[in-house]
């Protein structure tokens, strides 16, 4: 049964970019009012970091003011994705407050929201000579988060000081997937099903200062998935049939599954679980679990140096990867910090040859 016409799918997916942009400035105009708005004798920053590495790349901004003196601070973001080069930006939302219970222990919480996302892959060119459509898969998704973290520090004068911290996301992606045949006459629904997915990531994370020159640092997280992250979200060989019986004589089903691997590696990197950071990696498969044990020196008052390693663990069946990063931060005046992180990862997946990739972030915040 045909209903709607191509004309109004191209304006759907045009309509979500809009709305992403959009957001993104609105985004942008509400943290810096926020920020302009708190009182001069109250504390607030504004961040903001650029990752980029082969053909992905993150763009993130926040901003932070103080609402009650060194006790509670508003926390907004954004943050923009390109996971490829034939992928749509993604955009991910995100508020949190931190409260200070002492001079030891900090809460933290942490909404986020990512916005609706539809990308279109085109399995079958329309061949009008033989009044055959064209086929074409489409895939969306969004999400919805919570992050709550606990965090105790010593805070001590000591040579040496310690501190911990424990957090537990959830987060909630909403997969969907259809095969649609178009035409000029219009658009027919071939095949169209919706996949929820339940994420959840345990943390912790602890370091140790040491003569206030050193610190050494180790973190880890757990992720546990209310489904098959593989396939979730993925057409399966059902979906595939219905549509290979617009094409009984044209294409085989193992044609069908050439192109439908090409949606894989967006939806692998979605399910990740996290953006893209050049100190811990990029994931190329859902993780299971990492690791990342790290040491800092404070070369001086104005320069620190970090060196890191990082082990990803994907979920059965996948391999895992290294990542060796450093992380070097510049501070002009009380007021500015720069820093860049460099990172070289290498993933071995199961089947595969291992290959190789780095990535590079710069950042820089103002503090007032």
């Known amino acids: 049964m045909k209903g709607g016409t191509i ?8 309509g979500i970019r809009e709305h992403g942009r959009l957001l993104l400035r609105w985004t942008a105009l509400g943290m810096w009012v926020l920020l302009g708005l708190a009182p001069p ?12 590495g082969g053909d992905v790349f993150t763009w993130t901004l926040m901003g932070d003011v103080e609402l009650r003196r ?44 990512g916005l609706p996302r539809v990308s279109s892959t085109v399995l079958v060119p329309e061949r009008p ?3 055959l459509p064209a086929l074409v898969a489409r895939t969306g998704n969004l999400s919805q988060g919570v992050l709550l973290s606990a965090m105790y520090d010593s ?9 911990v911290d424990v957090g537990l996301g959830l987060t909630r992606y909403a997969l969907d997937r259809q095969v649609v045949a178009r035409d000029r006459q219009g658009v027919e629904v071939i095949t169209q099903r919706k996949d929820p997915l339940w994420v959840t990531r345990a943390s912790v994370g602890g370091r140790l200062l040491l003569f206030d020159r050193w610190e050494l640092g180790l973190r880890g997280g757990l992720w546990l998935y209310s489904g098959d992250p593989l396939r979730a979200g993925q057409f399966t060989p059902e979906e595939v049939r219905a549509a290979g019986e617009h094409y009984l004589s044209e294409v085989s089903d193992r044609d069908l599954l050439l192109n439908y691997e090409r949606l894989l590696p967006d939806l692998g990197a979605i399910l990740g679980g996290r953006m893209m950071d050049a100190a811990t990696g990029f994931p190329s498969a859902p993780t299971l679990f990492d690791l990342k044990p790290s040491v800092t020196y404070r070369v001086s008052e104005v320069v620190r140096g970090q060196l890191s390693y990082g082990y990803i663990h994907y979920v059965p069946g996948q391999g895992y990867a ?8 510049f501070r002009a005046g009380d007021s500015w910090r720069f820093w860049g992180t460099l990172s070289l990862q290498s993933d071995h997946l199961e ?4 290959w190789r990739s780095g990535l590079l972030s710069v950042g820089s915040e103002y503090s007032f």
């Open 41 to 52: 004798a109250r504390a607030s920053s504004a961040m903001t970091e650029l990752s980029a």
């Open 7 to 14: 004309e109004s799918v191209e304006t759907m997916r045009q």
């Open 322 to 329: 290294h990542v060796l990063a450093t992380r070097w931060t």
């Open 155 to 163: 805070a001590g004068f000591s040579n040496v000081e310690y501190g």
């Open 351 to 354: 089947g595969e040859e291992p």
């Open 129 to 131: 000579l033989r009044n």
């Open 70 to 113: 060194d006790e509670t601070f508003l926390t907004l973001g954004y943050t923009g994705a390109r996971l490829g080069s034939d992928a749509d930006l993604s955009h991910l939302l995100s508020a949190g407050v931190d409260q200070a219970l002492s001079e030891h222990w900090l809460l933290s919480g942490v909404l986020t929201v």
